[in-house]
Nanobody
């Protein structure tokens, strides 16, 4: 069983930055691929970024490439999403997720086993 807790969301102006964190419980964090998803009102949950268990591989939805960066610190059992050059369309609840097993580059919610509660990110214009 894994618990994930997101933090770092808030309200910022377009062009600003935020850094989201997701802290995981347990000793097996380093075995999980991690991801960030987001869900805006009236829309389905959308893949944002993922990172392999060791951090060597990262994947992004095209709309955030060059602006958002996923990273992890396995010693701290934490995954991060550095968000720069934010746009109003980035407004959403952001969720972190963990996946057990092998393989990388999973991009659908069904691929992930554990989820955090979400943190609100609001970008004003």
């Amino acid at each position: 069983q894994v618990q994930l807790v997101e933090s770092g969301g808030g309200l910022v102006q377009a062009g600003g930055s935020l850094r989201l964190s997701c802290a995981a419980s347990g000793r097996t964090f380093s075995s999980y691929a991690m991801a960030w998803f987001r869900q805006a009102p009236g829309k389905e949950r959308e893949f944002v970024a993922s990172i392999s268990s060791g951090g060597a591989f990262t994947y992004y939805v095209d709309s955030v490439k060059g602006r958002l960066t996923i990273a992890r610190d396995n010693a701290k059992s934490t995954v991060y999403l550095q968000m720069n050059s934010l746009k109003p369309e980035d407004t959403a609840v952001y969720y972190c997720a963990a996946r057990q097993g092998r393989g990388n580059n999973y991009r659908t919610p069904m691929d992930y086993d554990y989820w955090g509660q979400g943190t609100q990110v609001t970008i004003s214009s």
